[in-house]
Every structure is written in structure tokens, then in C-alpha cells.
Nanobody
Framework: QVQLVESGGGLVQPGGSLRLSCAAS????????VDWYRQAPGQERELVAV???????FYAESVKGRFTASRDNVKNTVYLQMNSLKPEDTAVYYC???????????????WGQGTLVTVSS
């Protein structure tokens, strides 16, 4: 069974920063890539970043230059650093890591529970 804990959201003023964390655990499970999504009130879910196992990281145009996705393989955790936050960044943010699970005998992709980011003065 893969366990996923997403954290780091909160209230921040415009121009501030937050770092979201998405930590996975389970027997032999290791994250090799992650998608980051957000959903603002009354709006559709938006893909904001993709951190692949290799190659270039994707960022939505709306966050490019302000958000940075990264990983810590030792901690089996992925991060989304968010700088220069704007009110329009207000949303629930979700991680969706993917990795191979020896327990399941296949690749798994699991949604985080979401963490609320509110950018307001």
C-alpha cells in the first residue's frame, strides 16, 4: 500500500513564497515522476508542472519563472517551490506522483489529498 502525504499550503501575501511537499512511502515504492495540478474556486483543474524521471520539466505558462519542481530521492519526496505568488495562484494544489510498486507488481499513479494555497493581503 502506497501512502502519500501532501503538505505546505497556507495563507501568504502577494509576492510571498511557499513550498509544497509530497512524500510517498510504501514497501519498495519510489517516485520517478510527478504531475502537479491546481484547481481554483469555480474553475477547472489545471496542470501546472510535470517533473519527469528524465528530461525537461514542464511548467504552465502562467507559473513559468515563478514555480520550480524538484525531488529528493533519499526522502522519496517531491517539491513545488512557489515564488512571487499572485492572488490568481489561489487554489487547491494536488500532487500526482508515479512510481513502480514491487508490492503491486506494476506502476502506480496516486493523487495527493490536496493542500490549499491562499494568496491574499
Amino acid at each position: 500500500q502506497v501512502q502519500l502525504v501532501e503538505s505546505g499550503g497556507g495563507l501568504v501575501q502577494p509576492g510571498g513564497s511557499l513550498r509544497l511537499s509530497c512524500a510517498a512511502s510504501g514497501s519498495g515504492f519510489a517516485i520517478n515522476s510527478v504531475d502537479w495540478y491546481r484547481q481554483a474556486p469555480g474553475q477547472e483543474r489545471e496542470l501546472v508542472a510535470v517533473l519527469p524521471s528524465g528530461g525537461d520539466t514542464f511548467y504552465a505558462e502562467s507559473v513559468k519563472g515563478r514555480f520550480t519542481a524538484s525531488r529528493d530521492n533519499v526522502k522519496n519526496t517531491v517539491y513545488l517551490q512557489m515564488n512571487s505568488l499572485k492572488p490568481e495562484d489561489t487554489a487547491v494544489y494536488y500532487c500526482k506522483p508515479k512510481g513502480y510498486s514491487p508490492e503491486a507488481g506494476r506502476s502506480l499513479e496516486v493523487w495527493g489529498q490536496g493542500t490549499l494555497v491562499t494568496v491574499s493581503s
